[in-house]
């Protein structure tokens, strides 16, 4: 009997140095339990991601790193990539934790919409972005065989790695804003201020009072540091930055305006006059912002910080990198001195 020929096996090439010839077993378990499986595979990526995905794998150079008692299980170990149910709940996972902002950064960064498996120097499995393509990742000196059911658990430490190392949205423009940020602004911000937004407009008798987060300018400022310290030769430098920032820029945030909102129920701003027409004598835009600034401007001449200021009527809370989530207490403390 003859095997049908596997359009996407390379022909094996017996050069020094070239992969190493895959023998028949491997090529049958490869057709059969791969091949017969993947346009299922692909419409799980397109159906999750969106688009027309396509897996090309090269399944000679992926023999190269697979060990001869796994011939017969080849085609096995390559339908388990994309099979596992780890691996389907976690991709699935993603997206409903990420939303559309997730979705549309992997077609950003996947834009050629093809998938591989690559070998990687690396002790783990994973992925990463390159040339347009989605490529999952095998530990090389572990084999192909692996990181069959590890690789997903990676994906969103993979999108934000692209994203920090990918190009300027334009010259002289930090990067955008990741998922990350903007998951948390939405899970731990836009789904909690509301209520807080409502008190503070309460206690001051100012329907129309704004609390703005200023979350652009603020990740822009965090996010340039960042770089900067990243290009510094002292690697303990980028030490300086809160881990995780990102991932806390919306609950941060949030805790200046909960704690304003404390501050002027604690001081009976809702029943007294002539505290409510000070303020609005003082903040007359009806509106206060998180601002991040520099160091130098954040403390006065004699060293003291300058937590918050009036500028064209509007109450600015400022913070530093290293102050940001920990100075809103002295924030809301400074207003009293400011009317």
């Avoid at 022909?11 to 346009?39: H, L, V």
């Avoid at 709940?89 to 960064?109: C, H, P, R, S």
């Avoid at 609005?280 to 403390?299: G, T, Y």
Wanted: charged share 30%; glycine share 8%.
């Amino acid at each position: 009997m003859v095997l049908k020929e596997v359009s996407t096996i390379i022909p094996p090439n017996q050069a020094d140095g070239a992969p190493k010839r895959i023998n028949m077993i491997a090529r049958k378990d490869f057709r059969d339990r791969f091949e017969a499986e993947k346009p299922g595979h692909e419409k799980f990526f397109s159906s999750l991601f969106g688009g027309e995905w396509t897996i090309k794998l090269d399944p000679s150079n992926l023999f190269t790193y697979t060990e001869e008692k796994d011939a017969s299980m080849f085609g096995y170990y390559c339908n388990k990539y994309f099979a596992d149910g780890q691996v389907r709940d976690n991709l699935a996972n993603f997206t409903k934790e990420y939303a559309a902002d997730g979705i549309t950064q992997i077609n950003k960064l996947a834009h050629t919409h093809t998938i591989t498996i690559e070998p990687s120097s690396s002790t783990s499995a994973g992925l990463d972005f390159a040339d347009g393509k989605f490529r999952i990742l095998f530990s090389e000196p572990d084999g192909f065989t692996s990181g069959a059911s590890y690789w997903s658990g990676s994906l969103s430490s993979a999108v934000s790695a692209a994203e920090a190392s990918g190009p300027q949205t334009s010259a002289g423009q930090p990067r955008q804003m990741s998922i990350v940020a903007k998951r948390d602004i939405r899970d731990r911000f836009e789904a909690e201020i509301g209520p807080i937004e409502e008190r503070v407009r309460k206690y001051l008798q100012a329907p129309d009072f704004t609390l703005d987060p200023n979350f652009e300018a603020n990740y822009a400022f965090y996010a340039a540091w960042e770089e900067e310290l990243k290009a510094d030769p002292d690697e303990t430098a980028i030490r300086q930055v809160e881990k995780g920032w990102e991932g806390m820029i919306g609950y941060f945030t949030l805790k200046y305006f909960v704690r304003l909102a404390d501050y002027l129920r604690d001081e009976g701003f809702a029943k007294d006059e002539m505290l409510r027409e000070g303020f609005k004598e003082v903040v007359n835009a009806n509106w206060v912002v998180v601002r991040q600034v520099e160091d130098e401007v954040f403390k006065d001449a004699r060293g003291n910080t300058e937590d918050a200021v009036i500028e064209d009527g509007v109450l600015v809370f400022r913070t530093t990198r290293k102050a940001f989530g920990w100075n809103e207490g002295r924030c809301v403390m400074k207003i009293m001195d400011l009317l």
